[in-house]
């Protein structure tokens, strides 16, 4: 059963490192700053639904992890 969690948490820590790594900034830097205004003025929808599965599989990525490491806590 330990080794199962291990691996299980190796998995979801490989999972949340990749998911983290692809989203992108809130902001880009110095053109972050100067064209932000327009982005917000008219919104940026191309990327919404890539970013919301990224923001949800980040989200579930830490839960399982979190929640493995407690399990190997409470098993040792």
Do not use: D, N, P, W
């Amino acid at each position: 059963m330990r080794i199962f969690l291990m691996i299980f948490q190796v998995i979801a820590s490989l999972i949340l490192i990749a998911s983290i790594l692809m989203q992108s900034g809130k902001s880009a830097g110095l053109s972050g700053s100067i064209g932000g205004g327009a982005e917000q003025l008219f919104g940026k929808k191309k990327g919404r639904g890539y970013e919301a599965l990224l923001s949800k599989i980040t989200t579930v990525g830490a839960i399982i992890f979190i929640v493995c490491s407690l399990l190997l806590v409470t098993i040792e």
